[in-house]
């Protein structure tokens, strides 16, 4: 059993940062797709970034490209999302995922991934 928990969301004012971390256990982190998404009440879960198994390529929406970065420590099964420049339209809750399928193929399609974290909320007012 895989299990995610995501750390780090909060309240914060427009142009803030903000880092999340998603904590894996079980299976084996080094070698999952992670992917971050976020959903508002009322809307679709949206893709935000993926990384692959090393760290070497990595995907992002258009809109937080730029702001976001999403990054991995496999030493510590983590995965990281720093957020930068921040914006009220970016207020969702968020969650992290892991793609067990194939560790280099980046997919931002939330029905490819297998297991979810529970989520953390980021408000950010204008």
């Known amino acids: 059993q895989v299990t995610l928990v995501e750390f780090g969301g909060g309240l914060v004012q427009a142009g803030d940062s903000l880092r999340l971390s998603c904590v894996v256990s079980g299976g084996t982190f080094s070698s999952y797709v992670m992917g971050w998404f976020r959903q508002t009440p009322g809307k679709e879960r949206e893709f935000v970034a993926a990384i692959n198994w090393s760290g070497d390529s990595t995907r992002n929406l258009n809109s937080v490209k730029g702001r976001f970065t999403i990054s991995r420590d496999n030493a510590k099964n983590t995965v990281y999302l720093q957020m930068n420049s921040l914006k009220p339209e970016d207020t969702a809750v968020y969650y992290c995922?892991?793609?067990?399928?194939?560790?280099?193929?980046?997919?931002?399609?939330?029905?490819?991934?297998?297991?979810w974290g529970q989520g953390t909320q980021v408000t950010v007012s204008s």
């Open positions: 995922a892991a793609d067990l399928r194939s560790g280099d193929t980046i997919t931002t399609m939330d029905r490819w991934y297998d297991y």
